[in-house]
């Protein structure tokens, strides 16, 4: 059952990231997956954020704080718990010689890190998933770039649809924990004297 699982996932592996290649996808993928690190765009990233602090009233305000709560313990828990734990190889990865997965269109560094779950997933799911419970209006296009992102792992040959499919529930699911919490914390011990509960928006 466990191999079969795994030949669909490299079958669904090899028609997004061969099948569906193109000239466009090539020079576009490696920007979108590595887009925070790019210098303009951290700089937006960082205005933004201090626009939430300065302009974006309480919600605003814990949704700032709340960030970088989220992305913390987002990336902490799949880099250092759950990667080391579950130790799954990257399909560009070479064991003994012998690639795991063959005819890869890699289109990045493989990198050494291991493949479940994809970090990038859970990191940006976790984000989208935190600014879809504070501004509902927007949730659509926190997902789809989330999305977007999580795909592009695929695309650029370091990890199976598992990774990102797993990524997303686990960012999804811990950002909701979170929020969830905080707003049972400042409800009970911090009634709206710094920070929004997020009870308008997050419910």
């Known amino acids: 059952m466990t ?5 669909i996932d490299v079958a669904i592996f090899h028609f997004i990231n061969g099948g569906l290649s193109t000239w466009v996808g090539d ?6 997956t590595d887009y925070d690190k790019i210098a303009v ?11 939430l602090v300065v302009k974006g009233g309480k919600r605003g305000r814990t949704a700032a ?10 990336d902490q828990f799949s880099s250092f718990v759950l990667k080391p734990l579950i130790q799954r190889d990257r399909p560009c990865h070479v064991v003994q010689g012998e690639p795991v997965v063959e005819n890869i269109h890699l289109l990045v560094g493989c990198g050494s890190g ?18 879809a419970l504070f501004y509902r209006r927007w949730r659509f296009a926190f997902y789809a770039w989330a999305a977007l992102i999580a795909l592009s792992r695929v695309f650029v040959g370091v990890h ?9 529930l686990i960012g999804g699911v811990l950002a909701f924990l979170i929020v969830k919490g905080w707003g049972m914390i400042t409800r009970r011990w911090i009634p709206a004297i710094f ?7 997050v419910r």
């Open 41 to 51: 765009v951290r700089i937006l990233l960082a205005a933004v954020w201090l626009l």
């Open 195 to 201: 920070v929004s509960t997020g009870k308008e928006s």
């Open 65 to 74: 704080l709340l960030l970088i709560v989220v992305l913390v313990a987002a």
């Open 27 to 32: 020079q576009a993928w490696p920007v979108i």
């Open 114 to 131: 291991k493949s479940f779950p994809s970090s990038h997933a859970v990191n940006n799911f976790a984000v989208a998933t935190l600014f």
């Open 3 to 7: 191999e079969f699982l795994y030949n």
């Open 160 to 168: 199976y649809p598992s990774d990102i499919a797993g990524g997303a």
